[in-house]
């Protein structure tokens, strides 16, 4: 099959798309500048690289119309703009008219788990891109993850960052936030578990791991799982600010994300069900064994 791969810069885009390869499909991956996309020469026969802006409609003439599927992976949080999400709403417009256009029959949207009632700036902005692809003449798969266990997911290298550094930590009371994380390799696997399954269709799936735990005790586990002690005390006088600035100062992510991050990371992201887990026969493995293998992958680096 076709498929279309939005987003194949990012981390989830050019984790899946050996896999897509390996399952023989073709894939079409858009990306902004080619000269900036890099890929084993083994997979030459099997990808195309095309380059599309999703903020330039007229850049869209270059999505073929012949495709089966297409994930759409696109996030502008990381970026320079403090409007991103203006501009995910802008692209997922776009998008849409696209790919109505074309010969698709599924869309399969990545997104975050959005079941709090009071949501972030970030969550909020993923909440409305996945509207947004509802209105496609096509049938749209969501699924909604929260913390991505994995070696370069940008959660996991700040936690990875503050365990390394901190012996000690004077943190805001937002560790305290209750979530649910999940390896990448189980979100691999539902991303391409559900493409083209129309039990998936026009369904929106909250996907995350067998544990719930507050950010504290991801960050003492990690300890643990590194043979290192460390010690955490958490204080309610620590601002948004603050904690945006405690990140950006300890860790290598923006201060943009940091501060994106840090709004997000108040508001609880636990899944409501776990049915696709029977429905894809995809049952994700503990936090302490995705650790476990992000180590491991990290080591082998």
């Known amino acids: 099959m076709k498929i279309l791969l939005?987003?194949?810069?990012?981390?989830?885009?050019?984790?899946?798309?050996?896999?897509?390869?390996?399952?023989?499909?073709?894939?079409?991956?858009?990306?902004?500048?080619?000269?900036?996309?890099?890929?084993p020469d083994k997979f030459e026969k099997n990808i195309k690289?095309?380059?599309?802006d999703f903020l330039n409609p007229e850049s869209l003439i270059n999505i073929p119309n012949d495709i089966d599927a297409a994930y759409y992976l696109i996030h502008s949080m990381s970026g320079t703009a403090t409007n991103y999400n203006e501009l995910e709403s802008i692209?997922?417009?776009?998008?849409?008219?696209?790919?109505?256009?074309?010969?698709?029959?599924?869309?399969?949207?990545?997104?975050?788990?959005?079941?709090?009632?009071?949501?972030?700036?970030?969550?909020?902005s993923r909440k409305a891109v996945e509207d947004i692809l509802?209105?496609?003449?096509?049938?749209?798969?969501?699924?909604?993850?929260?913390?991505?266990?994995?070696?370069?997911s940008a959660s996991f290298e700040i936690i990875r960052d503050l365990v390394s550094k901190l012996p000690v930590m004077i943190t805001p009371k937002w560790l305290n936030t209750k979530c649910q994380p999940i390896a990448i390799t189980d979100v691999l696997e539902f991303l391409k578990k559900s493409l083209l399954n129309t039990k998936t269709y026009n369904q929106s799936f909250d996907i995350g791991g067998p544990d719930i735990l507050t950010y504290k005790e991801m960050l003492l586990q990690f300890a643990k799982a590194k043979n290192l002690t460390r010690y955490i005390y958490t204080i309610p006088v620590m601002t948004p600010k603050l904690s945006s600035y405690w990140l950006y100062f300890v860790t290598s992510t923006s201060y943009k994300l940091a501060s994106a991050l840090v709004s997000s990371m108040k508001v609880e992201v636990v899944c409501n069900d776990n049915r696709i887990n029977a429905l894809l026969e995809v049952y994700p493995i503990t936090y302490v064994q995705a650790l476990e293998s992000a180590l491991m992958k990290i080591n082998e680096e």
């Open 91 to 124: 692209s997922a417009n776009y998008f849409i008219d696209k790919i109505n256009k074309t010969n698709a029959r599924q869309i399969i949207y990545l997104s975050g788990i959005v079941n709090d009632k009071s949501l972030s700036k970030h969550l909020s």
């Open 6 to 39: 939005t987003g194949a810069t990012g981390y989830i885009g050019k984790r899946i798309l050996p896999l897509l390869i390996k399952e023989g499909h073709e894939v079409i991956c858009c990306v902004r500048d080619k000269n900036k996309f890099y890929y």
């Open 49 to 52: 690289v095309i380059e599309v």
């Open 134 to 152: 509802k209105t496609a003449t096509i049938p749209t798969t969501t699924l909604r993850a929260g913390i991505i266990v994995g070696s370069g």
